[in-house]
């Protein structure tokens, strides 16, 4: 197909599956096409600070979403064909694009193949969401005759808002906090793993002797999970809530951030900051942090000793 001029891209709905699709977005974007990003609304603050794309908000409604797209459209005439590209697996969002007018390619995934005008089956390979999110990108890319490099980057990059930046800085002053001193920890994580809690039991006393041993340690919870924060580190130093862009860029100043395998972990994939990947539900292989810099401590079906995670946080902390 030729003559492309914009691809409206469709991201995953959560917070890591979003960072851990930043490669197939600026796959998108090298091609030269204009980019349309359609994600949740809270997706808009993360990326803001990517040049080059317009960002359309989601309700996860079809009915109205396809109606968003299609007044898009309507009021912003393309200057040459318009496809979509989904990365979510979900019937949904192949209806939206179709009923929308946009001619779109995905996985086959939850019998949608009819909906999709570019259909693929996805690799036999177990992969990681990185490598499978891009895989589908640089096949699309091909097939509408657009240039896309085989393999994703090994590393994650995101340009924050200066604004964003500036925030944290103010954020670290009013609490007497400098930059690369402190460790932050994420002692919570939304929902469940095939019904077992993806929280390591041992964020408080893991805060408790990092304290003792002189360290600052911080978190920085949303809103609604303030309360669970508390209860499993009190003894934690905890900021006031900020936005995802501040968030990041709080991360990029601390000196470790220690966190379960959740949204968290790939936010922290996004900086230069040692993390500390704590493993005990999850399959680190197929969403573990897509990072140089992290460290996965403990595995599936086992969370990691106490004492391990001390001896680690102490070498990442005070290198030889």
């Known amino acids: 197909m030729k003559n492309i001029s914009r691809i409206y891209l469709r991201l995953p709905n959560w917070i890591g599956d979003v960072c851990m699709s930043l490669p197939s977005l600026y796959a998108t974007l090298n091609t030269g096409c204009e980019v349309i990003i359609c994600a949740k609304p809270w997706a808009e603050s993360l990326l803001k600070g990517i040049v080059g794309t317009q960002f359309l908000s989601l309700s996860g409604q079809w009915n109205k979403d396809r109606e968003i797209i299609k007044a898009h459209k309507k009021n912003n005439p ?15 969002s192949a209806l939206t694009f179709r009923l929308a007018g946009l001619p779109s390619a995905g996985y086959k995934d939850d019998g949608r193949s009819l909906l999709l005008k ?3 089956d996805k690799p036999s390979k177990n992969l990681h969401a990185v490598e499978s999110w891009y895989h589908l990108t640089h096949c699309a890319l091909q097939k509408w005759h657009l ?3 085989p393999t994703p980057e090994k590393t994650l990059i995101l340009p ?8 944290a800085e103010i954020l670290l002053k009013e609490h007497r906090l400098k930059a690369k001193t402190f460790i932050l920890i994420a002692p919570t994580a939304t929902g469940k793993h095939k019904g077992k809690d993806k929280v390591w039991p041992q964020f408080a006393e893991y805060t408790r002797h990092m304290r003792e041993q002189g360290y600052t340690v911080v ?27 501040v968030f990041v860029a709080l991360i990029g100043k601390a000196a470790l951030v220690v966190c379960n395998d959740s949204g968290v972990s790939h936010l922290a ?7 500390i990947t704590l493993i005990g539900v999850t399959d680190p292989k197929r969403t573990g942090p897509w990072s140089t810099t992290a460290h996965i401590c403990g595995s599936m079906g ?5 004492d391990a995670v001390i001896k680690l946080s102490t070498s990442i902390l005070t290198p030889s």
């Open 78 to 92: 393309a200057n040459g064909k318009s496809v979509g590209l989904l990365l979510p697996d979900s019937l949904t």
């Open 118 to 120: 570019w259909p693929f």
């Open 147 to 149: 240039n896309s490099a």
């Open 160 to 167: 924050l808002d200066r604004k964003d930046t500036q925030k």
């Open 219 to 245: 978190m920085c919870p949303p809103p609604n999970e303030r309360e669970a924060a508390f209860r499993n580190a009190p003894d934690a130093l905890c900021l006031p809530a900020v936005g995802l862009g």
């Open 269 to 275: 994939s996004l900086t230069r900051t040692p993390q």
């Open 302 to 306: 086992h969370w990691p000793e106490l």
